[in-house]
Nanobody
Framework: QVQLVTSGGGLVQPGGSLRLSCAAS????????MSWYRQAPGNERELVAS???????HYVDSVKGRFTISRDNAKNTVNLEMNSLKVEDTAVYYC???????????????WGQGTQVTVSS
């Protein structure tokens, strides 16, 4: 069985920083696209950032220059460094990964459990 465990959320003041991590475990051969999504109350879940296995990254315009996504392939981990946080960044953040299974080499999208990020003074 494959699981994604998300950590690093919390309460910060505007302008502060947080680092989110998401670690995959299980019968994993490799991971293709890894992404961070977020969802605020009353809003749709939106893609925040993604990183491909070749290192190519994508960011939603609202976080460009403030957030950095990275991955550690040896540890099957994706991180999101969030700087200069704003009140509007408040949301539950979810990681998502396209995981290739050992032995079968089938792939499937997996979601982490989510972690709350609250930006408030």
């Amino acid at each position: 069985q494959v699981q994604l465990v998300t950590s690093g959320g919390g309460l910060v003041q505007p302008g502060g920083s947080l680092r989110l991590s998401c670690a995959a475990s299980g019968s994993i051969s490799g991971i293709n696209l890894m992404s961070w999504y977020r969802q605020a109350p009353g809003n749709e879940r939106e893609l925040v950032a993604s990183i491909r296995n070749n290192g190519s990254t994508h960011y939603v315009d609202s976080v460009k220059g403030r957030f950095t996504i990275s991955r550690d392939n040896a540890k099957n981990t994706v991180n999101l460094e969030m700087n200069s946080l704003k009140v509007e960044d408040t949301a539950v953040y979810y990681c998502n990964a396209e995981i290739v299974y050992k032995y079968t080499y089938n792939s499937r999208l997996h979601w982490g459990q989510g972690t709350q990020v609250t930006v408030s003074s």
